[in-house]
């Protein structure tokens, strides 16, 4: 399918097929044409498609997003602008948000992982931030899959390689490995900026007669419809759709970034918008729209890299490493200078009007004169039909079968696919760049100092899958939860969370049923813990023949730690400290990693999350971190009780002898069940009793585990499990993989 | 002590080597813009880490060729000291400043990570307060590391005592297992024939500060005050 060149040869008769090509229904273009009050032109067609795009639009998954909550007193700006804001006290301000780059990423994962960080960078960056630090929250399929080796190794050298080259540290995140994401990997990326909070940029164009300033890389013909292409799901033929994926060059978003920043610090723009999806399209029609004006745009006067390129694909291009501005009457000659001296192309190819419509001229030909109202306003909004399911019946503990040895089973989970170390991800990126990383990648939360201050800002990446494809309530719930608690975890004020929504086609109702399911255990999760959604995105259509991929609500939340001096590592640091749990334990095992690796089987209801007591624990660590009575802290995930103390150990090189099981549950249960709203903690002996005493007031179960002490993991009645060994079977799967496979 | 440092289009560890300098130095340094012929006076010139023009054609091969570059090759033929961190130590070799080339890591791949340095020599500016021997640990990242010289100019390097820095497990014992990319006789850094200019892959000045879990980067700012002033 090649529709510009298609388009180009059919001029400007639209047949049904090239506008089916476009990706609208025919209702939705029966609707184009009452809205426009005639038959489009074809660039006009291009312009509504891609704005009518499922990527573009939110149009099947609006009605159900307002359903979060988005605000609090920390937040400075929700959704609707390039990222979130949330204040870090002092004047300072944190921009941040995640967005997919699925699709694209599956084609060409190198580009399409590169592009993805590189636009969730400018998003951060066009709001006057400084970006200081990215993650990013990788799906893939199973390990033996013919092609997870190839898309692995892809992915983290684009991420790396863009990352890297701009001097953004890229601090952590989480990656999975799935069979049910065999076809459609997940590629989520995150960036967090710092702003003065009294100098933050948006996108609303106002006034009348400013020039509509472009500025950046040339336009090429890359990524034409690559919104389309993101809004519809795969077949055989995706392969083909490679030329809509777009072509990064970090070097020149690096030096975008400084001459936005450098203008910044002049009184010289009024609104500006970077051009990712959908473009030049999008960008200018966004920024009228907010602004409440109109839009003239003179192509022939836009810095191309081809020749020959027509309207069409100007307009939909959507070649990287683009802004476009709005800048105050008579500053023109300021900017121009600023963009040169980073030798950028520069170009005035516009102006504002106050006629409410985008008109685009090239060549002397008006191409496009569209209401903007008609484009903004008048897209179709869905109400799907959604079918919610009906989650499993509870696994009982005793219905599971325990491990010839808990060690090993703690052996071999460790050396997971699932659970081994991303160590050969995070040092393909550089993670220490601007050299305020507190907390290196391998944590619960990483930390970026707030430069300059003893501030830091806790960052991390969470969902569970599996619990998701369960639940999508509970799975969605759980996924608010882990983050927060990750940030407890090193001691930081949980602020806000940015989502990246990741699910089939919304055509179904069974994958609207668990888009609706998971928003609303999302919401409830973030009222609950006062951790609200400033920015996001959706990714729908991530299937292929008729197979989606699970529900995978990815959160990235940040949260404030006041001085980092008080923060807190899952390391052990001494030997002789005592080791306690604080929260309850039920020995929950449904849809846990020990009976998904150990038993080959994955049904019950995951963990559910009980958001009071996980505020009540929650709260007191957090407390109990600030009064420095903690060495280490861990929260409980993925794999258990047993999996967080050695991962603990493993962090801190220091062993544990830890205690007996008390009845009556099985010892099984609660080593490797993954009941919520748990912390794993060490502190110095003459802690315990005041430590004893504030989980009594909070009103939080405490359970003595053991101590700090040996180079191995000791469990009564087994011979112990040398850390060396641990470390050897946690270490040695990533490389491995990748080196043969 | 005043220093310069040099920043590039695609720099970008230009703010980390003032920070550490500033820190060290107690005033900020002056900031020196690629397209300038002139750089203040100043009693040392960095080179910091980053990806000057993209690493286009080369890493720091264009860099080399900038105008404020003559500038840097004269300052440092007349004496003034020059240290090139990561991509300026690419900037080094490629105007002839220092010897060799940085080639592709052996494992094809970025590499950020602390490796251990044996300290060769302690009697420069750079170097003294560190004990000769002495090992200490600076972060590396980087893909293009891999110091490279032909057999004659390695032995040139070793008989002059030209060698600053050696990749080294945690004992000090320079082995192919503690060598990170490959580098020929694990060499992490060298300097020219005056001891003056400086170049080296690892990361000083990412380890100069209490909260970045290690400071032995900072004695090489402060030995450079100390003797700079």
């Excluded at chain 1, 009024?270 to 745009?297: F, H, R, Y």
């Excluded at chain 1, 191409?367 to 008048?378: G, K, M, Q, R, Y």
């Excluded at chain 1, 903690?681 to 004893?692: G, L, N, T």
């Excluded at chain 2, 105008?67 to 080094?92: D, K």
Aim: hydrophobic letters at 40%.
């Amino acid at each position: 399918m090649n529709i510009a060149a298609g388009a180009a040869r059919a001029a400007d008769t639209l047949t049904p097929n090239i506008i089916a090509e476009h990706g609208l229904s025919a209702d939705e273009y029966q609707l184009l044409v009452a809205a426009l009050g005639r038959e489009p032109k074809l660039t006009e067609l291009g312009i509504f498609s891609v704005m009518w795009s499922e990527h573009c639009s939110y149009k099947s998954s609006r009605v159900w997003l307002k359903k979060l909550p988005t605000e609090g007193r920390q937040v400075i700006q929700g959704p609707g602008e390039n990222a979130g804001v949330v204040d870090l006290g002092d004047g300072q301000a944190a921009v941040f948000k995640m967005e997919s780059h699925n699709h694209p990423s599956y084609i060409e994962p190198y580009q399409g992982a590169a592009t993805g960080v590189g636009g969730i960078m400018r998003d951060v960056f066009t709001m006057g931030a400084r970006p200081v630090a990215n993650m990013n929250a990788l799906r893939f399929g199973a390990p033996e899959h013919a092609k997870t080796k190839h898309l692995v190794a892809g992915v983290v050298s684009g991420i790396g390689d863009y990352g890297n080259c701009m001097g953004v540290p890229t601090v952590g995140g989480e990656t999975n490995f799935d069979p049910r994401y065999n076809d459609n990997i997940l590629v989520n990326a995150m960036c967090v900026g710092l702003v003065d909070s009294g100098r933050i940029f948006k996108s609303a164009a106002k006034g009348i007669g400013h020039s509509v300033v472009y500025v950046g890389s040339k336009t090429g013909r890359d990524g034409i419809h690559g919104a389309t292409m993101a809004s519809a799901e795969f077949d055989e033929a995706s392969e083909e759709k490679r030329p809509t994926v777009q072509v990064g060059d970090p070097f020149t978003e690096k030096l975008l970034l400084e001459a936005c920043l450098e203008l910044m610090e002049e009184d010289a723009i009024v609104a500006i918008q970077d051009m990712g999806a959908a473009g030049l399209t999008s960008s200018s029609v966004e920024m009228a729209d907010k602004g409440g004006v109109g839009i003239e745009l003179e192509l022939d006067r836009v810095p191309t890299r081809e020749e020959n390129m027509t309207a069409y694909e100007m307009m939909l291009s959507e070649s990287q490493e683009r802004m476009l501005m709005v800048l105050k009457p008579g500053s023109e000659k300021a900017a121009e200078r600023v963009f040169r001296k980073w030798e950028l192309d520069f170009s005035v190819i516009g102006y504002t009007t106050d006629t409410g419509h985008l008109v685009v001229r090239h060549r002397g030909i008006v191409e496009a004169d569209i209401p903007l109202a008609a484009l903004a306003h008048a897209a179709p909004v869905y109400e799907r039909p959604f079918a919610k399911k009906e989650p499993q019946g509870v696994v009982a503990p005793e219905e599971v079968p325990p491990p010839n040895s808990m060690l090993g089973a703690l052996e071999c989970l460790m050396g997971s696919p699932h659970l081994s170390s991303r160590r050969w991800i995070w040092e393909q990126y550089d993670h220490m760049v601007m050299t305020d990383t507190v907390q290196r990648p391998g944590g619960d939360a990483a930390v970026v100092r707030v430069h300059g201050t003893k501030k830091g800002l806790a960052i991390s990446c969470d969902v569970t899958p599996r619990y998701c494809a369960a639940d999508a309530y509970e799975g969605a719930k759980q996924a608010v939860a882990e983050c927060w608690r990750n940030l407890t975890s090193v001691g930081a004020d949980p602020l806000a969370i940015t989502d990246c929504m990741n699910f089939g086609n919304p055509e179904r109702p069974e994958i609207m049923g668990e888009f609706a399911s998971a928003v609303e255990g999302m919401a409830e999760a973030c009222t609950a813990l006062s951790f609200p959604v400033v920015s996001g995105n959706v990714s729908l259509y991530n299937e292929t023949n008729g197979v989606a991929i699970p529900p995978t609500p990815a959160i990235g939340g940040i949260g404030l730690i006041p001085d980092i001096a008080a923060m807190t590592t899952v390391a052990l640091k001494r030997q002789g400290d005592v080791l306690m749990l604080l929260g309850a334990e039920a020995g929950h095992l449904g849809q846990s990693l020990y009976m998904q690796l150990m038993l080959d089987r994955t049904h019950g209801v995951p963990p559910p999350v009980d958001l009071d007591a996980e505020r009540r624990a929650g709260d007191l660590v957090r407390g109990l971190i600030r009064d420095g009575c903690l060495s280490a802290v861990h929260d409980v995930s993925d794999g258990g009780l047993l999996v967080a103390i050695a991962e603990m150990a493993l962090a801190g090189g220091h062993g544990v002898e830890l205690d007996a099981i008390p009845a009556p549950l099985p010892p099984h249960a609660l080593w490797f069940g993954e009941d919520q709203g748990r912390y794993v903690v060490a502190a110095s002996p003459d802690q315990a009793d005041a430590i004893h005493k504030a989980a009594a007031v909070a009103k939080v179960p405490l359970r003595l585990l053991g101590k700090v002490g040996g180079d191995a993991i000791k469990i009564e009645g087994e011979p112990p499990l040398p850390l060396a060994a641990l470390r050897i079977a946690h270490e040695d799967w990533l490389p491995r993989f990748m080196a043969h496979g | 002590m005043k220093a310069s440092v040099i920043v590039f289009p695609g720099s970008n560890c230009d703010r980390d080597a003032a920070v550490a300098l500033e820190a060290a130095t107690g005033q900020a340094p002056a900031m020196v813009w690629h397209g300038d012929s002139e750089i203040p006076a100043s009693d040392l010139i960095v080179l910091p880490g980053g990806f000057s023009y993209g690493d286009y054609l080369r890493s720091g091969a264009m860099a080399a060729h900038s105008p404020v570059m003559r500038e840097v090759v004269a300052r440092a033929r007349s004496g003034t000291p020059v240290l090139g961190i990561c991509n300026g130590f690419q900037v080094l070799t490629e105007t002839g400043l220092l010897p060799g080339v940085l080639m592709r890591n052996a494992t094809l791949k970025f590499i950020c990570k602390d490796v251990w340095l044996r300290v060769e020599r302690n009697d420069t500016a750079y170097a003294r307060r560190y004990a000769k021997g002495e090992v200490v640990k600076f972060p590396i990242a980087h893909k293009d590391g891999s110091y490279f010289a032909d057999e004659a100019a390695l032995a040139r390097l070793e008989g002059e005592g030209r060698i600053a820095f050696r990749y080294c497990d945690e004992n000090g014992e320079v082995t192919a297992d503690a060598n990170p990319n490959g580098s020929r006789r694990n060499i992490a850094g060298i300097y020219n024939e005056t001891g003056t200019v400086l170049g080296l892959m690892p990361h000083p000045e990412r380890l100069a500060d209490p909260m970045l879990s290690g400071t032995d980067g900072a004695k090489m700012f402060l030995s450079l005050v100390e003797t700079l002033h």
